[in-house]
C-alpha cells in the first residue's frame, strides 16, 4: 500500500492542527501513526478516513487521489473500514445488528445474515451476537467494532488509538485481534500509543508532532534510530519507564 | 424514617376523610350523574376523539418543526423559530380565542371541532417540536460519525440511527405533553365544542348541581392522564438504568 501527502494542511477554528504536512510510505500491511498527543496523528487518520476534508493539499492511497465531493467520498467510505477509540457502537442495536446493518443497508450483500454469523464466529463473539454494546466488556465492544469494519471486505482499515479506552488486559485482548489481522493480510493503519506493539506488528510508522509529519519510513529504521530530535525525545521518554 | 412515612401516612388518611366528609355532605343529588350518564359518556368519547386526533396531528407538526429547526436552509429554520417561539409565548385560551374569533371566522372558516383540533393540535405540535430537538440533539457526534463511516446516506442515518434513539429519549417528556394535551382539550369548551368538560358546564346548567357535575368531570380526565403519567414514569425509570 502507498499513502501520499503533498502539503496537506487542516485547521479547526483558530487552531492549526496539519501544517503542510507531506510524506510518501510504502508497507504491506501495518502503517503506525505515533507521536505525542495533540500532535495531529487522529486528524491525519480521519483525513485518510475522509471523514474530514483538508483545507489545502492532495492525498492518494495506491495512485488515487482522495476525492473533495462529499458523495465521491461517501462512495469512498464504503470501500473502507473505521474502527474509533470509543467503540462508537450503535446502543439500541444487538453486537449482530451492529454488524449487519452495514451489510444490509449500504453495501446490500444478499447473504448478509450468513456474514455476520461468520465474523461473529471468527472473532469469538458468537454467544454475544444478542447482546447490546452496553452487556459487554470494553474489549469485547472493540471486537465487536473490529468485526463490524471488516465485514464489508473493506480494501483497508483505519484505526484510531483502538485500545486507549481499555486496561491493560484488555488492551492485550484486543492487540491480539489486530495483530491476527496481519496474518490475515489485511492492510491497515493506526494510531496508537503502544509502542511495543508498533515496534512488533507494524512494518511501517509515520512520527507526527506539532502538526507535521516529521518521519516516516520502516518500522525497525525509526525504532532502532530515530532520525529527528522531537521523535528522539519522544521515545527516550516512552521508553524510560 | 419510618417515623416520617408513619405520619405522612397519618396525615394522607386523615386529609382523605375530611375530603371525604366534605364530599359526601355536598353532594346532594347523586342521581343527577346517573340521570346524564349517557351526555357524559358521549362528551368524553368527544374529548377522547379529539385528543386522539390532535395527538397524531400535533406529532406530525412537531416532527416537520424539529427537522425544519435543524435545517441548513435558513428560511426554513427560521419560519420553525418563529412558530415555536410565538406558541410557546401565548396562552392556549388566548389562541383560541384570537384564531378562532379572529383568524378563521375572517376567512369563513367555521368549523367548531375541525378548527378547535388544528388549534390545539398547532399549539401542542411547538411543545413537541422541543421535545424531539432535544432527544435528536442527545443523540451524540460520534453516532452521527460512526454512521457517516459505515456509509450510511443521512435519511438511513435517520431512520436506523437517530430517530430510535432520539425516540427513546424523548418518550418519557412526550407522554406528559400527550397529557398536557388532553388536559388542555377542556379548553376547547369555551369554542363550544360538545366535549367533556363543555357537557359537564351544560349539565350544570340544567341541573344547578355543581359538584355532582364536575367530579366525574376531574375523574374522566384522570382515567386518561394518569395511565399516561405511569407508563411516563416506568419509561423514566426504565432509561435510567438500561446505560
Redesign the interface.
Known sequence: MIVECDGVTKSFGSHLALREVTFRVEFSHTLALVGPSGGGKSTVLRILAGLEYPDSGRISINGHPLASAESDLAAYRKKIGVVFQSYNLFPHLSAADNIRLPLEKVHRFPDAEARTERILERFQLRDHGKKKPAELSGGQRQRVAIARALATDPEFLLMDEPTSALDPEMTAEVLDVIAGLREARQPLILVTHEMGFARETADAVAFVSEGQVLECGPAKEFFASPQSVEAKRFLGRILKY | MMAKVGTAGFLFILLSLGCWVVLASSIQNSEVIWKYRQAFWTGWLVTVKLSAVALLLSTVIGLAAAMAKRSKFLPVRYTAIVYIETIRGIPLLVLLLFLYYGVFNAVGFDHRLSAGVLILSLFSGAYIAEILRAGIESVGH??W??A??????NT?TYT??VC??AL?HSTPALAGQFASLIKDSSLLSILGIAEFTFTAQQVNSATLSTLECYLPLSIGYLILTVPLSLWSKKLENALRY??
Open positions: 460520534s453516532q460519525e460512526s457517516r463511516a459505515i456509509g450510511l446516506t438511513q436506523y440511527i430510535p434513539q427513546k438500561e446505560t
